[in-house]
């Protein structure tokens, strides 16, 4: 059933203007799965890890600290909590353990609810088994939506899940959005400094379009969140960035003058910059033109990949690990980091009009970044990675 409805899809896309339709990697579809399940067999190996009642991504398995403001001592925090869960639902064709571990991950997921209430997650745990002090069961918006769309994924594809989902899709609703639809940053994100904020990596269309379907009453709320994501950040990237495409890690100002946040404003120097929170934007919109075809996310991204492409002189190695909104680059960037060459990677689906550029430029990025070894990058780098891979491989469709 799921060959036919992945065979389906295929035959949908190729009705969409030639824009919207998405390039994949020139390598035999058979190497590039061969690809996934080596690098899947180590991240799984190193990250994985059962423990605590459940199942979790250890973000320091690899002996490497967790950055993101999470706590000494960090066992896992749950944007890594909902990575884990999506990618064994997308990899469950291809490894016979995957049903078993979401479950064990799920087990995990229940013992560490929000102090706000039932449907989200605590969003950082320790390696006592306990939520992180000061803050650390307040919720983080990115992993509640990563881990709403696992359980609707898995309902679909095991049974079971359904009440999972409606319960965290209704919590999010509740008390991760904004007074005008904007996703909030998390739960505690409500009093005057924080309540007009927004995360760009937090606008997920392809999953909005998801729960709209599946969310009877709610559908028109999902949908209405949706398309005023598309119109915020499409504004931004028009009125900031209008040569790049490039969305800031966050913005402020809600509702009546969105605007990028300013240096220091929650996590670092990057945060009015396309830097470590907004690299997963580009990745967001190439699911939903994969998933739905909308124009919205092949115009956006289509302008992206004409600036990178330029700006890196076409070596996926020369990619910096931020940007100023211009397409500058801040003094002390590095380059070559597996989580950006991976979140352009999945941009570049779309192309930039140039086809055979654009192919040459895929290829380009997918060999380099199969080509970086998972010791030289950190939970964020390799799971980013990962779930590129899966998209590129062509195995999310599979779904």
């Given amino acids: 059933m799921f060959r ?5 899809v295929w035959c949908l896309l190729l009705l969409l203007p030639v824009a919207a339709r998405p390039l994949f990697p020139s390598q035999p579809q058979a190497e590039r799965l061969a690809a996934l399940d080596r690098f899947w067999a180590d991240w799984k190996k190193i990250y994985l890890h059962e423990g605590c009642g459940g199942a979790y991504v250890d973000t320091s398995g690899d002996e490497k600290p967790t950055w993101g403001g999470s706590a000494t001592g960090t066992l896992t925090v749950s944007e890594a ?16 353990e995957a049903q078993e571990n ?35 069961d307040m919720s983080a918006t990115d992993g509640d939506l990563d881990t709403a769309l696992a359980f609707l994924l898995a309902d679909k594809k095991w049974g079971g899940y359904r009440e999972a989902f409606d319960q965290a899709q209704q919590a999010i609703l509740a008390r991760e959005v904004t007074a005008d639809d904007m996703m909030r940053l998390g739960d505690w994100a409500v009093d005057e400094d924080y309540s ?41 990237a028009e009125n900031y960035a209008g040569n790049t495409g490039l969305v800031p890690d ?11 946040a300013e240096a220091d404003f929650l996590e670092g120097a990057g945060d009015g910059q396309y830097s470590w929170n907004a690299l997963r934007f ?19 991204l289509m302008v992206i990949n004409r600036w990178v492409r330029g700006a890196a002189k076409e070596d996926p190695f020369q990619i910096a690990t931020t940007y100023r909104l211009d397409g500058s680059i801040p003094e002390d960037q590095s380059t070559g980091s597996a989580a950006f060459i991976a979140m352009f990677a999945a941009a570049a689906i779309a192309g930039s009009g140039d086809p055979d550029g654009d192919q040459v430029w895929l290829d380009a990025l997918w ?20 779930l590129a891979m899966i998209e590129l491989s062509g195995q999310w469709q599979e779904n």
Avoid at 250 to 260: E, H, S
Avoid at 282 to 300: K, N
Avoid at 367 to 386: H, M, Q, R
């Fill in 4 to 8: 036919f409805l992945a065979t389906l």
């Fill in 250 to 260: 966050f913005l402020v100002g809600l509702p009546a003058d969105p605007r990028p």
């Fill in 102 to 136: 979401f479950a064990s991950m799920v087990a995990f997921y229940h013992a560490h609810q929000a102090a706000s209430g039932p449907g989200l997650m605590a969003w950082n745990q320790t390696r006592d088994c306990k939520d992180a002090p000061d803050g650390g």
């Fill in 282 to 300: 580009p990745w967001r919109l190439s699911l939903d033109l994969l998933e739905t075809g909308d124009i919205r996310a092949a115009d956006h």
């Fill in 196 to 236: 007009g904020t927004s995360r760009s990596s937090d606008f997920m269309p392809a999953s909005f379009a998801a729960f709209a379907k599946a969310a009877g009453d709610l559908s028109a709320r999902w949908t209405f969140i949706r398309d005023r994501g598309y119109r915020v950040w499409g504004d931004i």
């Fill in 81 to 96: 909590h909902g990575y884990g869960m999506l990618a064994l639902v997308k990899m469950a064709s291809r490894d016979p």
């Fill in 367 to 386: 060999s380099a970044l199969i080509s970086i070894p998972l010791a030289d990058e950190d939970y964020y780098g390799n799971t980013l990675k990962l």
